[in-house]
């Protein structure tokens, strides 16, 4: 692995059904986050965790959970899936408090919920 | 918290002028000033970034400016060429232990280059 990744690429998913998005990096940045960019819209901030065994709630946490066990993986979860949470869905990651706070981000997913 | 405004929301110019995106934040206290560019179907990537102790910063044909006291911090580039086209976003953040909600976006300039 090299970098930040995510898992699926793209799902379509029932209304009701629970899914779980993966994203996993390994460049030991302590800090995690996860964004949803609906069509023509910018990024909006779902969950963070600013470092492991620490979660906090974005602009738009209703629907979704998040852990962070470790310091590579952020899974999000929709526990009961809405058609509202269709939308490309990117997970990022930064070296927060280092010399940079760039974040870098994962290839997305395409969650589409019927 | 923090506030970033961006303008213009979409932007055209020809192929070979040049374009510049303006954002503005709110909290004084920001000092690290990302830009990320974001192509059709593609995640965002870091283009060029600032610290609020540096008034511009150069890369090739991008270059990002500060003004610390009027706020603002704006996107350079000079030589359009077509595959410029693209979302570009801008940010602003500053050293806190709370680092996910200081982390801040732009709402994003849609830039297309017209050959």
């Known amino acids: 692995i090299a970098g930040i990744t995510q898992a699926p690429t793209s799902q379509i998913l029932a209304a009701g059904r629970r899914m779980t998005l993966r994203c996993t990096q390994d460049?030991?940045?302590?800090?995690m986050y996860w964004y949803r960019q609906d069509l023509g819209l910018g990024l909006r901030l779902i969950h963070y965790s600013n470092t492991a065994g620490t979660t906090g709630k974005g602009e738009v946490p209703d629907g979704y959970s998040v852990s962070r066990a470790n310091t590579d993986d952020f899974p999000l979860t929709l526990a009961s899936a809405v058609p509202s949470q269709t939308s490309v869905y990117f997970c990022?990651?930064?070296?927060?408090?280092?010399?940079?706070?760039?974040?870098?981000f994962g290839p997305g997913t395409r969650l589409t919920v019927l | 918290g923090e506030n970033v405004e961006q303008h213009p929301s979409t932007l055209s110019v020809q192929e070979g002028d040049s374009a510049v995106i303006k954002c503005t934040y709110s909290d004084s206290a920001s000092n690290y000033f990302p830009w990320y560019k974001q192509e059709l179907g593609k995640r965002p990537q870091l283009i060029i970034d600032i610290r609020s102790n540096v008034g511009e910063k150069k890369d090739q044909r991008i270059a990002v400016t500060l003004n610390k006291t009027a706020k603002h911090f704006s996107l350079h580039i000079t030589e359009t060429q077509p595959e410029d086209s693209a979302v570009y976003f801008c940010?602003?953040?500053?050293?806190?232990?709370?680092?996910?909600?200081?982390?801040?976006f732009g709402p994003g300039t849609r830039l297309s280059v017209l050959p």
């Open positions: 460049m030991r940045h302590n800090a």
């Open positions: 940010a602003a953040t500053k050293d806190s232990e709370n680092y996910g909600q200081n982390f801040v």
């Open positions: 990022a990651s930064s070296d927060a408090g280092g010399p940079t706070d760039t974040q870098y």
